[in-house]
Structures are given as structure tokens and as C-alpha cells.
Nanobody
Framework: QVQFVESGGGLVQPGGSLRLSCAGS????????MGWYRQAPGKQRELVAN???????NYADSVKGRFTISRDNAKKTVYLQMNSLKYEDTAVYYC?????????WGQGTQVTVSS
């Protein structure tokens, strides 16, 4: 089962930006929709952005206009550009297929928005 590896998280001030990356070894990566998910302390994991195999993107209302999901099929990598970060964006961010597969969750990458 493919497991994804997320990177790019960190500590950032409100209004700042981060770019997350997610790489996997899925042979047929280009054939799958992918998603970025996040889980804040005490909350359930939620889908924040997804991209279809054809490149169509969708966003949760809370991040619309601030986050951009993209993919590079040749590198088997999906990205999440996060701009205008807010305190409430603090969470562990994960990528997975969309819909997600239980065995494909990675360790995630921590994003902390704090002044």
C-alpha cells in the first residue's frame, strides 16, 4: 500500500505563506484524485483541498482564495500553496488519495500559525 510523505510545514506568522509537498510511490499516480487534509487539536480530520486526475480543483470554504493545490504527475507529487495564513490554519496537514485510503496516511507535517 502506498504511503505518502508530507513536508514543508513549520512555524509562520499570521499572514505568512508556506508551501507543502507530498510525494508517493504510486505507479499510477496520474490516474488518481488527490487531497490535502488537516487535523487540528481536538478536531476531526477534514479535507481542505482536492485535485482530480484531470486537474480540477476544489477547496473548503475556509481556505478558498488562500490555498492552491497543484500536482506534478512526473514527480508523483502534490503541492499545497498556503497564503494569508490564519491562526485557525494551525494543524497537522496530510495528503492522501481522494477519497482517502486508510493505509495510505503518512505522518503529516505540522503547520503552526503564531505570532
Amino acid at each position: 500500500q502506498v504511503q505518502f510523505v508530507e513536508s514543508g510545514g513549520g512555524l509562520v506568522q499570521p499572514g505568512g505563506s508556506l508551501r507543502l509537498s507530498c510525494a508517493g510511490s504510486e505507479i499510477f499516480f496520474s490516474l488518481y484524485g488527490m487531497g490535502w487534509y488537516r487535523q487540528a487539536p481536538g478536531k476531526q480530520r477534514e479535507l481542505v483541498a482536492n485535485i482530480t486526475k484531470g486537474g480540477t480543483t476544489n477547496y473548503a470554504d475556509s481556505v478558498k482564495g488562500r490555498f492552491t493545490i497543484s500536482r506534478d504527475n512526473a514527480k508523483k507529487t502534490v503541492y499545497l500553496q498556503m497564503n494569508s495564513l490564519k491562526y485557525e490554519d494551525t494543524a497537522v496537514y496530510y495528503c492522501n488519495y481522494n477519497p482517502p485510503r486508510q493505509l495510505s496516511w503518512g505522518q503529516g507535517t505540522q503547520v503552526t500559525v503564531s505570532s
